[in-house]
Structure formats: C-alpha cells, structure tokens
C-alpha cells in the first residue's frame, strides 16, 4: 500500500510541474521519462535496507505525508534532482524559469497537501488507515483543477517567463519559507493538525504576498507592451499626419491649377484628360486615407509599416477596417502582435504581385470582431487548419526556436479572451485564398 502513496505523490508532481511551466501534459517520452524518474527516486528515498523482513516492510511509513521526503538532505537532494529533470524535459525553458517553477511547484505543493489534510483530519482520525490516501487523493485532485484552469481553461502559459527579478525573488523566497517551516516542523503531520493558527497565518501572507506581486507584475508588463506600442507605431502615423499637412499648400495650388483647365479647355474629354494627367500624383491613395481614418493610431502606424514592407517584396496591402478599435476590450498591444503573426505569414506565404486583404469588422453574433488577413493559397484541409495552431508547427525552416510559435501564441491570446479562431478557404476574385483570422471582444 505505501507504493500508492508514492505514486499518487509522484503523479501530484508530475501534474503541478507541467502546469506552471505551462506544458500540456501528454502520453510522450519526456512526460512518461519525467514521471518514472521522480517515481524511483520516491521509492529510493523511503526505502530501508535493514528495514524489514519483507519488500513492502522495508519503506518508511513516518513523516512523508507533507513531502515524499522526511528529512532537510533528502529534501535538498529532491530540489536539486526536480530542477534536473524540469530542465532536461520540460522544453523549452529557460534556466532561471527551471528554479522558478521548480520552487513554486514544492510551494504549491505544501499548500494544497496542508489545506487536503486539514480537510480529511475533518472526516477521519490521522491514524486511520485510509487517512494518508484520502488527503494524496484530495491533493491530487486540487492539482488537477489547478492544471485544468492554468492549461485546459486558460492555455496561457502561467506568468509567462516569470520575467523580471523581482518576480523571481518573491516565489523562490515564498517557496523557502514554506520550505523551511516543514523543516521546522519535523515533516510531521501533526505539526499541521496543532499549530493551524500559525500556519493560516504564514500561509495566508506568502498567498497574498503572490497574488499582490502576480497583480503587479501583469499590470506593468500590460504597461509595457501598450508604451512599446505606441513608441514603435505612434510616429509613423503622425509623421504621415505631417506630410499630409504639408501638402495641403500643394493641394490648393494644384485646385486653382484644374480651375484653370477647366476654364480654357476647347472640350470636355480635352479637360477630362489634362485633369487627369495632372492629378495622377497627387491623388491620396485611397488606402493611405484608410489608414488616416483610423481611431487607433497605433494601429494605424503599424498597418502602414505593414505596407509599407510589402511594398518592397512587391506586394500589396488592402486594409478594410470597419469597426472601432479602441472600444474593443483587446488591449492594442494584444492586437498588433494578433496583426503582426497573421500579416507576416501571409507575406512569408505569398509572392510578388499578390494582393493581401485585411478585414475588421463586427462579427454577426455577439458583440466579437472579426479580424482576418486573407491571402492567395491553394485550398487546405481541416486536419491542415488545426496544424497550423499546435505548439511548435511551422512549414518553415527552423532557423531560430521562434519558428511555429505563432499561430500558437494567437491562439493563446484569443483563448484568454474567450474568443475563437476563424480558419477558412475562400476566393477573392476568381482566385483561391487563405483567410487566417480571429473573433475577439
């Protein structure tokens, strides 16, 4: 009976590891390698050689119901081996992410397995039989919600890179907290049934602690991403907002100039033709006026960058804006990157002389818009569609790890939104074409 013990420990593990470094959890060689390696080694920590008679007799039954370990050198040799295998199988992270999730997985761990075994001391004694496999299970089972929520609801990896040292500080040293007061208190159980008090107290300030620094570390990387925006973006508009402007003297003296022709021309084709000679490079490119129109400048900017770059490769950009984008509750920076992934495959997917046709307008049901780029593309199927989104696909050379993760952070941003992905074939006069896009509130 104690293997179940240490396999429902090892599966816990296993569960919170995989999902606060934000990876699905699936039947492959990484994941079944990860959990048979942690699992010997649970058994290895509680094995005796001199321990019994018999094989089952031979593990150690006291004090690993809060950790699978029971003592500060076990305790580290088990950090330091999860940092190993966080590193060399949960891919792709980098090494200070490893620590970070290593640590927070142990923290998150106590928590749950202090708040499961309080719960069960409520329905059973601690020294009934069932009493160790009630809270594991009750453990388990509050991992996977935790999975469900940070994987399956949300599929955003959770604080992202936990970018920023103070992040990183914070849950390390929250996790050493927890950590060390389970040295303190032996590895034994009833220092959690006698001292509830104290723990409620410790814990409830490392929780707050981390939800107040979890707060603040979206609200300024929100901050950040929106500044970015608007210093990359905000002056390509205005500096088109400019040189319209200064061509407005221009414009009036070209207007008495086709009031002139208008006035001398023998015939009307002959003014028909002078005016439109004349006019041809001058005329605001109905696009360019698009753009202008534009309530977002960011936006705007970026679209006109977006042209602008096909211009070079000979292409051309036909945005179709029809909606309001600052009332959207998409945040512009969330938009651009939404733009930016769906425009640049579009480009990387077409060839000189193609059109490519960007839409946004209010979706028919609800109160989503529908943003699409369509380009010129030989019909898919519906197996090719969902490929297009999963994690690391590209059709593309690998030439950086960046390759195959674009779809998937689009798809990412709209499952946080709780929007949807539109993925269809179509044709745009008389020509079959890819159209790519999303419905977001």
């Given at each position: 009976?104690?293997?179940?013990?240490i396999?429902?420990?090892?599966?816990?593990?296993?569960?919170?590891c995989?999902a606060?470094?934000?990876?699905?959890?699936r039947l492959?060689?990484?994941?079944?390698?990860?959990f048979?390696?942690?699992?010997?080694?649970?058994?290895?920590?509680?094995?005796?050689?001199?321990?019994?008679?018999s094989?089952?007799g031979s593990?150690?039954i006291?004090n690993?119901?809060l950790?699978?370990v029971?003592?500060?050198?076990?305790?580290l040799?088990?950090?330091?081996?999860?940092?190993?295998?966080?590193s060399s199988l949960i891919?792709?992270?980098?090494?200070?992410?490893v620590?970070?999730?290593?640590?927070?997985?142990?923290?998150i761990w106590?928590?749950l397995?202090?708040?499961?075994?309080?719960m069960?001391g409520?329905?059973?004694?601690?020294?009934a039989?069932?009493?160790?496999?009630?809270?594991?299970?009750?453990?388990?089972?509050?991992a996977?919600v935790?999975?469900y929520?940070?994987?399956?609801?949300?599929?955003?990896?959770f604080?992202?890179?936990y970018?920023?040292?103070?992040?990183k500080?914070m849950l390390?040293?929250s996790?050493?907290?927890?950590l060390?007061?389970?040295v303190?208190?032996?590895?034994?159980?009833?220092?959690?049934?006698?001292?509830?008090?104290?723990?409620?107290?410790?814990?409830s300030?490392?929780?707050?602690?981390?939800?107040?620094m979890?707060?603040?570390?979206?609200?300024?990387?929100r901050?950040?991403?929106r500044i970015?925006?608007?210093?990359q973006?905000?002056?390509?508009?205005?500096?088109?907002?400019?040189?319209?402007r200064?061509?407005?003297?221009?414009f009036?003296?070209?207007?008495?100039?086709?009031?002139s022709i208008?006035?001398?021309?023998?015939?009307?084709?002959?003014?028909r033709?002078q005016?439109?000679?004349?006019?041809?490079d001058?005329?605001?490119?109905?696009?360019v006026r698009e753009?202008?129109?534009?309530d977002?400048k960011?936006?705007?900017g970026?679209l006109?960058?977006?042209?602008?770059?096909?211009?070079?490769k000979k292409?051309?950009?036909l945005?179709?804006?029809?909606?309001?984008l600052?009332?959207?509750?998409t945040e512009?920076?969330q938009?651009?990157?939404?733009?930016g992934?769906?425009i640049?495959?579009?480009l990387?997917?077409?060839?000189?002389?193609?059109?490519?046709?960007?839409?946004a307008k209010?979706?028919e049901?609800?109160?989503?818009?529908?943003?699409?780029?369509m380009n010129?593309?030989?019909?898919?199927?519906?197996?090719d569609?969902?490929q297009m989104?999963?994690k690391?696909?590209t059709t593309?050379?690998?030439?950086?790890?960046?390759r195959?993760y674009?779809?998937y952070?689009?798809?990412?941003?709209v499952?946080?939104?709780?929007?949807?992905?539109?993925?269809?074939n179509?044709?745009?006069q008389?020509i079959?074409?890819?159209s790519?896009?999303?419905?977001?509130?």
């Amino acid at each position: 009976m104690i293997y179940f013990q240490i396999l429902i420990d090892s599966l816990i593990m296993l569960v919170l590891c995989y999902a606060l470094a934000g990876q699905p959890l699936r039947l492959e060689k990484n994941v079944m390698m990860w959990f048979l390696c942690f699992h010997v080694l649970c058994l290895m920590f509680r094995y005796q050689v001199f321990g019994g008679v018999s094989l089952w007799g031979s593990f150690e039954i006291n004090n690993y119901d809060l950790l699978p370990v029971n003592n500060p050198v076990l305790l580290l040799t088990l950090l330091i081996i999860v940092f190993i295998l966080n590193s060399s199988l949960i891919r792709p992270m980098s090494n200070m992410k490893v620590i970070t999730v290593s640590f927070l997985s142990f923290l998150i761990w106590v928590l749950l397995r202090t708040f499961s075994i309080v719960m069960a001391g409520l329905i059973l004694p601690s020294e009934a039989v069932m009493f160790p496999y009630i809270h594991r299970a009750a453990t388990l089972l509050l991992a996977l919600v935790l999975y469900y929520v940070l994987i399956v609801k949300r599929g955003y990896n959770f604080l992202g890179d936990y970018s920023g040292i103070f992040t990183k500080i914070m849950l390390i040293q929250s996790a050493a907290t927890v950590l060390g007061m389970m040295v303190y208190a032996n590895f034994e159980t009833s220092f959690v049934t006698q001292n509830l008090l104290l723990i409620l107290i410790v814990f409830s300030l490392v929780i707050s602690m981390n939800i107040w620094m979890i707060y603040e570390y979206f609200k300024r990387s929100r901050q950040d991403k929106r500044i970015s925006a608007i210093e990359q973006y905000l002056p390509v508009i205005d500096e088109l907002v400019s040189e319209v402007r200064a061509r407005q003297h221009e414009f009036h003296n070209k207007l008495l100039a086709i009031h002139s022709i208008v006035e001398t021309a023998s015939s009307l084709p002959e003014a028909r033709s002078q005016i439109s000679a004349y006019t041809q490079d001058v005329i605001l490119n109905s696009d360019v006026r698009e753009i202008l129109q534009l309530d977002s400048k960011v936006i705007g900017g970026f679209l006109y960058t977006k042209m602008k770059m096909a211009e070079l490769k000979k292409m051309t950009i036909l945005p179709h804006i029809h909606v309001r984008l600052v009332s959207m509750r998409t945040e512009e920076h969330q938009l651009v990157e939404i733009l930016g992934v769906l425009i640049d495959n579009a480009l990387e997917a077409s060839y000189p002389g193609d059109t490519i046709i960007v839409t946004a307008k209010r979706a028919e049901q609800g109160e989503l818009t529908e943003i699409t780029v369509m380009n010129p593309y030989p019909p898919k199927t519906s197996i090719d569609f969902k490929q297009m989104f999963a994690k690391g696909y590209t059709t593309k050379n690998r030439s950086h790890n960046t390759r195959g993760y674009g779809l998937y952070n689009v798809e990412q941003i709209v499952l946080q939104h709780h929007g949807k992905i539109i993925a269809r074939n179509t044709e745009y006069q008389g020509i079959p074409y890819l159209s790519i896009g999303v419905r977001i509130p």
